[in-house]
């Protein structure tokens, strides 16, 4: 089996996610299901994004964004009302491709290392298409408010 550790390092966040875990996000074993992790790391996401007034359906003109690939490093479980505060760090760049990484984090200790894979696609001709430079300046902290 492979082991997909996700590394962060030392660098400075894009941007901090504050929430607390409510009843609906808890499993049959109660605690934070996995499934509702997902949907908090997109709430993070979309956060971040419109912090610069960009979505995922406009990054730029006729550019959005698809989750090519989404990693969860479980560390430690969750429960009802934990407050959250997640932070959001940029991962490998590539051409048309980019991480975005999730520290995710209670009071005490880290509940999970997560990491989403997004790719910018032309949403008219339905093919990826380069970062755009404005985003890649927020990517690489030279646009951070």
Do not use: W
């Not at 901090?16 to 992790?37: F, I, Q, S, W």
């Not at 479980?77 to 490998?92: A, C, H, K, M, T």
Request: charged content about 25%; some cysteine; aromatic content about 10%.
């Amino acid at each position: 089996m492979s082991k997909n550790k996700i590394e962060i390092g030392n660098q400075k966040s894009l941007f901090l996610y504050e929430t607390k875990v409510r009843v609906g996000d808890l499993n049959y074993a109660n605690h934070l299901g996995h499934d509702n992790l997902i949907k908090i790391i997109h709430d993070v996401r979309m956060s971040f994004l419109e912090k610069y007034g960009l979505g995922e359906i406009n990054l730029d003109i006729n550019i959005g964004l698809i989750i090519a690939n989404l990693n969860i490093n479980y560390l430690s479980q969750s429960f009802l009302n934990d407050f959250l505060r997640i932070n959001v760090y940029p991962g490998e760049i590539y051409n048309s491709s980019f991480e975005i990484l999730y520290k995710i984090e209670n009071q005490n200790e880290i509940i999970s290392i997560c990491s989403t894979t997004m790719v910018c696609c032309d949403i008219i001709k339905k093919r990826p298409v380069r970062i755009p430079e404005k985003f890649l300046k927020i990517l690489k902290y030279e646009n951070i408010i």
